[in-house]
């Protein structure tokens, strides 16, 4: 397995979720068998470092008696220092500022708070001033002596400065719903207009305009339409929106236009200025095949990842990169091994943010984070907008505004017909070659399983079978994995059997079916497989297995098939209703265990 990867594909749940509609005309076997529940316990779970969610504890060395004795001494610090400061110990307990707890002695936590303001006036803070000097504000790169960064290079154009509020408001309702916020606290932001056309966000930018002529697109999409005039007057960003909406585009251009306009030449900046933390290689490569597409003035760009030619890509980040594309797990060990300089990064992209937490990244994503420059502008895409987004959105991102296409609630692309198929375990490949069988000749499908051997395993059986395939999974050597796709992507197979390394990012716009043989681990997963057919304007069809081992997901799948309009099988709501009675009952029988005093009083 690659140094990227958190196995998302093993280890699948059986306690996993459904979809709806009968199909065609399959007859199941008269035997209907209880399939049993795998063990499924989620691999490799995040490391939870408690320095992450509590304050910051500095502990100087000394006799025994001293350590943790008396009330430690307390202060704040902005978190720009703590890196620069007490060294590993890179705690974030607000926003913005860190709080340093210093136990021992008094003597001890004098001599330390002594060596802490030495440093912290080396680089331009008298703590606990309030970062002036005569008069003078400083700003943070500024207090750690970083080459100056420019943000704001929007220039709105007047037809859409002119558009009346009552337009605006109709604009974004009639193109999906667009929803737009201001997260700043205290007094809010005007949100920018959309713009209806590329020229009312590039006009002034002819190099741009050229790429998107060549290209042949027509009219932005809604979360560019709305993400352009933010991200280009320098304000972060939270971009929500469904896969296959072109977000990758909506930070791309502004990051090119970024890169270039910066005061201090690409040259001169002793590193890349650009990063693209991604979740997975395939779509890291993804981010680069559109980087080199849209060739701007000249800017370099190279994606590095886990199973790849580490020399390669070190050479190549040594030798000089305007843009970096990373997977988070490669970044980390380059940045460890000091091959690669983020100081100089100004322009931060966390894309599929969500996948990346679901991964297990979070703890190289945290430190990732604390090394690249402060002030930067930061972009974070997602499609969902779960907890964990939010928590490293508001630690990470300053003043942020978030636009989101739809609804920030969970739901599946409305050009996907979503059909389920309530099945015994063991009758699962027997369907799947029935629906093999009924494809037309010119279909294209995804067939995705829970874990690897499975797809393995069903790779095999086709082949066996004279069915063309390929397979797509975390332990398949990176060129086979390249070589799996290309094949894919160009027609020569058209049945990709894959893990969730598929489910995210995937740009293949003919992709006519989604075939769910496993249910995911979760129910954002079903909506990003859901999401592979169904794009650029096309109709897709997904159809999902869904056996009684998968109860536990049968009402969130319900909430998934009627926010689509989609039909929900009687049996599926059955279901649910019936583990949600299978919950209830499971409580009382606990609380009716527990001893007396303690949690009967209800009782």
């Known amino acids: 397995m690659s140094d990227w990867e958190v196995d998302s594909d093993e280890e699948f749940r059986a306690g996993s979720r459904p979809s709806a509609l009968p199909l065609l005309e399959w007859q199941p076997a008269m035997a209907s068998a209880q399939g049993r529940r795998s063990p499924g316990s989620r691999p490799f779970p995040a490391p939870r470092d408690p320095w992450l969610s509590g304050p910051l504890e500095y502990r100087p060395r000394g006799p025994p008696r001293d350590r943790g004795l008396g009330v430690p001494l307390c202060f704040h610090l902005d978190n720009a220092l703590i890196g620069t400061i007490i060294g590993n110990y890179r705690v974030i307990r607000g926003t913005y500022e860190a709080e340093v707890k210093i136990f021992g002695s ?11 303001d030495d440093l912290v006036k080396r680089y331009g803070q008298n703590y606990p001033g309030d970062r002036t000097e005569k008069g003078k504000k400083f700003t943070v790169g500024e207090l750690l ?85 933010i991200i280009l007057q320098g304000i972060d960003l ?9 977000k990758t585009l909506a930070y791309l251009m502004p990051g090119f236009i970024h890169l270039d306009s910066q005061p201090i030449p690409r040259d001169q900046r002793g590193g890349p200025g650009m990063l693209v933390l991604a979740p997975t290689r395939e779509l890291a490569l993804q981010v680069e095949a559109e980087c080199s597409k849209y060739t701007y003035k000249g800017i370099k760009s190279i994606c590095i990842y886990g199973g790849g030619d580490r020399k390669g890509q070190i050479k190549m980040v040594t030798k000089g990169v305007d843009i970096v594309i990373a997977t988070p797990g490669r970044l ?138 390929q397979s797509l999974h975390g332990n398949r050597e990176q060129c086979d994995r390249e070589q799996a796709l290309d094949d894919f992507k ?47 304007g096309r109709t897709g069809e997904a159809v999902t297995l869904v056996t009684r081992n998968d109860w536990r997901i049968a009402s969130e799948l319900i909430s998934i098939l009627e926010r689509a309009n989609q039909a929900v099988p009687e049996e599926l709501i059955s279901m649910a209703e019936r583990f949600k009675q299978f919950q209830m009952t499971k409580e009382i029988k606990k609380d009716l265990g527990r001893p007396r005093g303690k949690s009967q009083k209800g009782f």
């Open 490 to 536: 160009k027609g020569r197979v058209r049945i990709l059997i894959a893990t969730d390394l598929a489910s995210r990012g995937l740009d293949v716009q003919d992709i006519t079916h989604v075939f769910n043989f496993d249910f995911p681990r979760n129910i954002e997963e079903y909506v990003h497989r859901v999401g592979r057919t169904g794009r650029a």
């Open 238 to 246: 939270i971009g929500i929106a469904q896969t296959g909406t072109g």
């Open 332 to 469: 980390n060990d380059l940045q460890m091994n000091n091959f690669i300089n983020l100081k100089s990064i100004t322009y931060l992209v966390l894309d599929e943010a969500d996948r990346m937490l679901d991964m297990g990244f979070e703890p190289q994503i945290m430190k990732i984070l604390l090394d690249v420059r402060p002030d930067r502008q930061t972009v974070m895409t997602s499609a969902t907008w779960p907890d964990g987004v939010r928590r490293l959105a508001k630690s990470y991102l300053k003043d942020p505004m978030i636009v989101y296409v739809g609804t920030l609630d969970l739901a599946a692309v409305n050009t996907v017909e979503q059909k389920v198929i309530i099945i015994p375990e063991e009758e699962k490949r027997a369907f799947t070659r029935y629906f093999i069988d009924t494809l037309k000749p010119k279909d294209k499908v995804i067939i995705f399983v829970g874990k690897k051997l499975t797809a393995d395993d069903l790779s095999s059986d086709f082949s066996l079978q004279g069915i063309p395939v």
């Open 106 to 116: 008094n003597d001890a936590q004098n001599k330390a708070k002594m060596l802490i």
């Open 145 to 229: 002596d970083l080459p100056p960064i420019e943000r704001n290079f929007y220039k709105e154009s007047q037809k859409i400065a002119s558009m009346p509020q009552e337009e605006v408001a109709k604009w974004r309702k009639e193109n999906n719903n667009i929803i737009c916020d201001d997260l700043k606290e205290g007094e809010k932001r005007h949100v920018p207009n959309p713009v209806c056309k590329f020229e009312d966000a590039f006009q002034y930018y002819p190099d741009v305009m050229a790429n998107i002529r060549k290209v042949g697109f027509k009219n932005p999409t809604p979360i560019q339409s709305q993400a352009w005039p």
